[in-house]
């Protein structure tokens, strides 16, 4: 119900936006938010949104289009170790800020997208 896509190869410095397009589920009135797994390393979390229609967090800033159902993350800046697969989750729980970074809040995943930043 989740697709994640944008991903790829970018450049050490570049910005980039992901999008992850839901079906079967209103994005709207779901807390959405973004995860990231390092090779070798666990899941971790990056962004989240209860209400409204974006919220920055430093270089990373999650926002969702409701009209085409759609959220997004966008990095600038992008590092080395932003290298990772990104992962959106929603859920329609209105989870309070605590719970955000609970991977196990969410009930529905994307299948992730790879990003590779290179120098």
């Known amino acids: 119900q989740l697709q994640a896509y944008g991903g790829g190869l970018v450049q050490v410095g570049d910005s980039l936006r992901l999008s992850c397009a839901a079906s079967?589920?209103?994005?709207?009135?779901?807390?959405v938010g973004w995860f990231r797994q390092a090779p070798g390393k666990g899941r971790e979390y990056v962004v989240a949104?209860?209400s409204g229609t974006y919220r920055n967090s430093g270089r990373f800033t999650i926002s969702r289009d409701n009209a085409k159902n759609t959220m997004f993350l966008q990095i600038n800046n992008l590092k080395r170790e932003d290298t990772a697969v990104y992962y959106c989750?929603?859920?329609?729980?209105?989870?309070?800020?605590?719970?955000?970074?609970?991977?196990?809040?969410?009930?529905?995943w994307g299948q992730g997208t790879l990003v590779t930043v290179s120098s």
């Open positions: 079967g589920l209103a994005l709207r009135t779901s807390t």
């Open positions: 949104i209860r």
């Open positions: 989750a929603a859920t329609t729980r209105q989870l309070i800020t605590s719970s955000q970074s609970m991977d196990g809040q969410y009930d529905y």
